[in-house]
Antibody, heavy 119, light 114 residues
Framework: QVQLVESGGGLVRPGGSLRLSCAAS????????MSWIRQAPGKGLEWVSF????????YYADSVKGRFTISRDNAKNSLYLQMNSLRAEDTAVYYC????????????WGQGTLVTVSS | DIVMTQSPDSLAVSLGERATINCKSS????????????LAWYQQKPGQPPKLLIY???TRESGVPDRFSGSGSGTDFTLTISSLQAEDVAVYFC??????????FGQGTKLDIK
């Protein structure tokens, strides 16, 4: 079955960096668009970043543009999010999600990894 | 950017009764070339990731009970649970996936048992 497992979250100081990973299994990872979506504690969902199946196209929310970089390694069935210049408002659970039938329609989500930005 | 607004923010419904959640988009999410509404509904239970329930405004995802249904077109949409079960207690989000390069979610509606 489809599985997405995020890792790499933790506590980081403002201005610091963190790299999130998402290990995919149970499907042909290289054939799917992927996104990162985050949820601040007790809040709603915010789309963060998109990457095409071939890695040739990436998009970012304005709130993270210039600070976050999405990438993927199809040989390793893995998705990544490099987060630099972290701010308190980046504190959230970060989910990786698989797109289905449309670029931003998400049929499978990981369990999420918590990123806390605090001094 | 398309803003998604759900109503109400929370509601409590008796077991076996109907629950209705509304979602309004700030602009149409109906794509004229294929006549599809780019609108989805997700269910999120505490400590879990969101789960896709409905897409194209009214298509139920595989495995979703038929008590869940979606309706609407253009800018106004509704998620209906025909007979509320205890396991339906959750937060429900609508999402538009019409725009590129981004999508947006409603603020969520918390559903409880009365």
């Amino acid at each position: 079955q489809v599985q997405l497992v995020e890792s790499g979250g933790g506590l980081v100081r403002p201005g610091g960096s963190l790299r999130l990973s998402c290990a995919a299994s149970g499907f042909s990872f290289s054939n799917y668009y992927m996104s990162w979506i985050r949820q601040a504690p007790g809040k709603g969902l915010e789309w963060v970043s998109f990457i095409s199946d071939s890695d040739s196209t990436t998009y970012y929310a304005d709130s993270v543009k210039g600070r976050f970089t999405i990438s993927r390694d199809n040989a390793k069935n893995s998705l990544y999010l490099q987060m630099n210049s972290l701010r308190a408002e980046d504190t959230a659970v970060y989910y990786c999600a698989r797109a289905y039938q449309s670029k931003y329609l998400f049929d499978h989500w990981g369990q999420g990894t918590l990123v806390t930005v605090s001094s | 950017d398309i803003v998604m607004t759900q109503s109400p923010d929370s509601l409590a419904v008796s077991l076996g009764e109907r629950a209705t959640i509304n979602c309004k988009s700030s602009q149409s999410v109906l794509y004229s070339s294929n006549n599809k509404n780019y609108l989805a509904w997700y269910q999120q239970k505490p400590g879990q990731p969101p789960k896709l329930l409905i897409y194209w405004a009214s298509t139920r995802e595989s495995g979703v009970p038929d008590r869940f249904s979606g309706s609407g077109s253009g800018t106004d949409f509704t998620l209906t649970i025909s007979s509320l079960q205890a396991e339906d207690v959750a937060v429900y989000f609508c999402q538009q996936y019409y725009t590129n390069p981004m999508c947006s979610f409603g603020q969520g509606t918390k559903l409880d048992i009365k």
